[in-house]
């Protein structure tokens, strides 16, 4: 059974920072791609960030340059570090995963998630 376990979130003010932990159990972690996405009240869920197996990494236009993702293999265990964060950031963040080694860009491609981590931002 694929478990997905997020850590991390938290309120925090314009300007600071969280990193975002996701323990992957009962999967072939490094093998298929992987992700974190977020959703706001009233908005979409939407891709923040993807590695494929390879280690690319793939950001949303709003995040780049200041979101990072990472993943530790032997940890079986995925990152997001954020910086500079915006009150526009604030959602509730999953850790996601696909069955590829490729990144599909749609948040229908990700077939395992996490139960969510809230993140606020305040100004």
Not at 20 to 26: A, D, E, K, Q, R
Not at 73 to 91: C, G, I, V, W
Not at 97 to 102: F, G, N, S
Request: glycine share 14%; charged share 20%; with cysteine.
């Amino acid at each position: 059974q694929v478990q997905l376990v997020e850590s991390g979130g938290g309120s925090v003010q314009t300007g600071g920072s969280l990193r975002l932990s996701c323990l992957v159990s009962g999967y072939r972690f490094g093998r298929y791609c992987m992700g974190w996405l977020r959703q706001s009240p009233g908005k979409e869920r939407e891709v923040v960030a993807a590695v494929f197996s390879n280690g690319v990494t793939r950001y949303g236009d709003s995040v780049k340059g200041r979101f990072t993702i990472s993943q530790d293999n032997a940890k079986n265990t995925l990152y997001l570090q954020m910086n500079s964060l915006k009150p526009e950031d604030t959602a509730m963040y999953y850790c996601a995963a696909q069955e590829t080694w490729y990144c599909g860009g749609l948040v229908d491609d990700y077939k395992y998630w996490g139960q969510g981590t809230q993140v606020t931002v305040s100004s």
